[in-house]
């Protein structure tokens, strides 16, 4: 996904900014709208649908536009990044935020995911839940493999012990995520939680448990993040982690507008910003 800035409204610039159709990123536009809009700066959003060959091509459509800025969260398929070293080779600033590419220099926002993943963990432990299972995201992007980190601190200082395979990564897709769910709840001693990185895999892992006669609390604990609009919504309530996407959207345009615009194009060329999350606990994870 991605956001471009450009110059005022009466000039027909354009921002363009392609999304994964989810709670989160539609709040984190909002933030960067608002921020737009009192900037008298338009903004024209699309999506990448996760695929990287639509990130390259949205990429290149925005450079042949003269834009000023771009702001990016890579979809899960970004593991080069010829792109956006390329933005940077036109002049045109880049800003990372959520999903960013840490090998590209770049201002980078993002929130706290290792701390936030931790504390989620803590939560599922302190509850009583010993056999926490993890379902991870792509680890070449670093907000996961940071949420990982956050879940495997916060089991060793548990001192539960828990098999290999109970932590899988990459399996944000819907089809991959119930595979694995099912495959593990099928073990002779399956998970009695889940710590996932999204609330479509929390979702998912509800749907699985209550289709086996699962309890859930009782029996199985699912704590996710995101905060997407149904985790309150549905029954049992799903607890996750709040992570002020319209905080973090607002954050990310701001730093164009306040920090690089007035500073001038040679003054801040790279930092990183942290978006502190919040651990909400609902139904689901109150055993």
Do not use: W
């Not at 956001?3 to 000039?11: M, N, S, V």
């Not at 290792?114 to 509850?127: P, T, V």
């Not at 002779?188 to 448990?209: N, R």
């Amino acid at each position: 996904m991605r956001l471009t800035c450009g110059r005022d409204l009466q000039k027909q610039s354009e921002s363009l900014f392609p999304i994964s159709i989810k709670v989160f990123f539609s709040e984190a536009i909002a933030g960067i709208e608002e921020v737009c809009f009192e900037n008298n700066h338009s903004l024209i959003i699309c999506q990448s649908h996760e695929s990287y060959e639509h990130e390259v091509k949205a990429i290149e459509t925005l450079i042949h536009q003269n834009v000023d800025c771009i702001l990016i969260s890579v979809s899960a398929e970004t593991q080069s990044f010829p792109h956006l070293q390329n933005i940077q080779n036109h002049s045109i600033h880049l800003i990372q935020f959520d999903r960013c590419m840490d090998q590209v220099n770049s201002i980078k926002v993002y929130n706290d995911n290792k701390e936030a993943s931790y504390a989620a963990a803590k939560k599922l432990f302190e509850h009583g839940y010993k056999k926490v299972a993890f379902l991870g995201g792509p680890n070449h992007i670093g907000i996961f493999r940071d949420r990982k980190e956050g879940f495997l601190t916060a089991l060793k200082e548990s001192g539960n012990i828990i098999p290999y395979n109970f932590i899988v990564e990459d399996v944000l897709p819907r089809q991959k995520s119930k595979d694995t769910i099912i495959e593990l709840l099928s073990f002779k001693e399956p998970p009695d939680a889940f710590l996932t990185v999204s609330d479509h895999q929390s979702l998912m892992v509800l749907e699985v448990a209550q289709s086996k006669g699962i309890k859930v609390p009782e029996e199985l604990g699912i704590f996710g993040f995101a905060n997407e609009a149904f985790s309150n919504l549905i029954k049992p309530s799903l607890s996750s982690v709040d992570q002020k996407s319209k905080d973090l959207g607002k954050i990310a345009a701001k730093i164009y507008f306040e920090d690089i615009k007035k500073g001038g194009p040679s003054k801040i060329k790279s930092q990183i910003r942290i978006v502190k999350c919040e651990i909400i606990v609902r139904e689901s994870s109150k055993r």
